[in-house]
């Protein structure tokens, strides 16, 4: 199974030379999320190797222009290329209208299974699946905008040492897995003698936002944080009265939040060279950063 974030765009605000707006598709196992197309988000895709059936979900944050305006095409291309499979959409209900504009921006023979599932309030659960649990929480932005948090359920590692010592082995192993028990030779034999927990792998997705309890909440123990870094410390002012994080600022949530991995993207046009984002976080954060580019793909980090 693979789990990797690949990036489509990184700009923030408008598209660059060098960077398209924003868009991220996770994979994760037989799950497809498509985090906040923007501009030239289905051509992104095609550059990236991926298809529109690839998207089993969409994850919208909030109904500014470089988060949303690759909807269209992305909607038009799941009708054409009649993806049989539902595809749940998640975005703030206050940009409901915003959402059925792009929807049907054009004429097109829709045939797209796109199930509306606004999210209301401060968020709460929104998913569930064999994927885990997705979540929504409430950031802190000048119009309603929305982080996203998935968590695969803990599982259960299983102890080669312990198995053999027990005498567990072949078909009875995987009886023991199912069951959480098994006979051997009279004996009963538990899941929790032979195995120990194994903590189910955690994204959290963080974009337009200041800092905020909700964006320390979502990012808490997170395997890998994706989160804007739109601004430099120097531009905390900007950012601050924009409803922005800095590189810095960022970092400092990933670091107290217990982060593995920090993804840094949605840099301002006024640093054409995104290195000096994860060069500022480094000093916050000493976890691996990773400074997204436009169609890398990034690799969820080992399970601990």
Avoid at 206 to 220: E, K, P, S, Y
Avoid at 242 to 247: E, R, S, V, Y
Avoid at 282 to 292: R, S
Wanted: aromatic share 6%; glycine share 10%.
């Amino acid at each position: 199974m693979t789990r990797e974030l690949i990036v489509l765009g990184t700009s923030s605000q408008v598209p660059t030379r060098h960077r398209a707006h924003n868009g991220y598709l996770l994979r994760w196992d037989d799950e497809g999320i498509l985090f906040d197309p923007g501009e030239g988000a289905q051509r992104q895709l095609l550059l990236a190797g991926a298809a529109a059936s690839d998207i089993t979900r969409i994850c919208v944050t909030h109904f500014h222009g470089d988060h949303c305006l690759g909807l269209p095409g992305i909607v038009q291309r799941l009708s054409l290329d009649r993806v049989p499979h539902e595809v749940p959409v998640h975005f703030p209900a206050s940009g409901t209208l915003f959402w059925r504009r792009l929807r049907h921006a054009s004429w097109f023979h829709d045939q797209a299974k796109l199930v509306e599932q606004p999210v209301i309030g401060d968020g709460g659960v929104v998913a569930t699946g064999r994927f885990g649990t997705l979540s929504a929480r409430r950031l802190n932005h000048s119009v309603e905008s929305y982080g996203y948090r998935l968590v695969e359920p803990d599982g259960r590692r299983m102890l080669p040492e312990r198995l053999a010592a027990l005498g567990v082995r072949g078909p009875d192993v995987g009886v023991l897995l199912r069951e959480g028990a098994v006979e051997v030779d009279g004996r009963r034999v538990t899941l929790d003698q032979a195995s120990e927990p194994k903590p189910g792998q955690v994204m959290a997705f963080v974009m337009d936002t200041g800092r905020c309890q909700a964006a320390l909440d979502l990012a808490a123990g997170a395997d890998l944080l994706v989160i804007e870094s739109t601004f430099l410390e120097s531009e905390a002012e900007l950012a601050a009265e924009a409803g922005h994080l800095t590189a810095a600022q960022a970092a400092r949530i990933a670091a107290e939040a217990g982060v593995r991995t920090l993804v840094l993207t949605h840099f301002s046009q006024r640093h054409p060279d995104a290195d000096v984002f994860g060069q500022e976080a480094a000093e916050h954060f000493d976890g691996e950063i990773v400074v997204a580019r436009e169609l890398s793909r990034i690799t969820l980090p080992a399970r601990r």
